[in-house]
């Protein structure tokens, strides 16, 4: 349960709150090797969309085969003539990157801006008219507000599609410190669990 709470009320709100994704989309995450794309990745294919996951590590391409997604493209700045027929994009790179996001899906498309993986935190000179292309949405989620009722259908629809945390290493107390420096190598695919006895 530890697993579940920010990371899968992130991706939930993002995907259907903001994108209001449907089974009839096609979704691209950005940065999707992230622990909060692979929850993203298995929360879309449960609802039976299309994925297209992208990293800027070529070795993790595997991963994101293995982790359900359609299509995988390896990330090298731009996505333009890249990916085609996307309705829906998962921005979790940010600022750095959500632009070329924005010219990369189909007009009526939408783009939520949730991670700031690339680490550019506010967008200077944005103007809305020039930086949004025609007929796209722009959107973000702020994660600070679960409540007891979106949680429960977290919950509700995990149970209902058979869906568990994806687990990358799990460590006793005593190793706390291991399991920061593995958090900040970002060599871990998938959650770090922290066990306390009590």
Request: proline residues 3%; glycine residues 10%; hydrophobic residues 40%.
């Amino acid at each position: 349960m530890a697993a579940i709470p920010e990371a899968y009320f992130t991706a939930w709100g993002s995907l259907f709150q903001c994108l209001r994704l449907t089974k009839e989309d096609k979704l691209v995450v950005r940065g999707a090797t992230c622990s909060l794309g692979y929850v993203a990745i298995q929360l879309a294919k449960a609802l039976v969309c299309k994925v297209v996951g992208t990293t800027h590590r070529e070795a993790k391409i595997q991963l994101l085969k293995k982790a359900g997604c359609d299509e995988c493209i390896p990330d090298e700045g731009s996505l333009q003539g890249k990916v085609n027929g996307i309705t829906k994009a998962l921005e979790l790179i940010g600022i750095k990157t959500v632009q070329d996001t924005m010219m990369s899906v189909e007009q009526g498309g939408i783009v939520c801006n949730t991670g700031v993986l690339g680490k550019v935190y506010e967008w200077n000179h944005f103007d809305p008219i020039k930086n949004i292309p025609n007929g796209v949405c722009l959107t973000g989620f702020y994660s600070n507000y679960p409540t007891q009722s979106v949680m429960q259908d977290i919950f509700n629809f995990m149970d209902e599609h058979q869906l568990r945390p994806l687990i990358g290493a799990t460590y006793d107390f005593e190793n706390i410190g291991a399991a920061c420096i593995a958090l900040d190598s970002g060599k871990v695919n998938g959650k770090i669990i922290v066990s306390v006895d009590a």
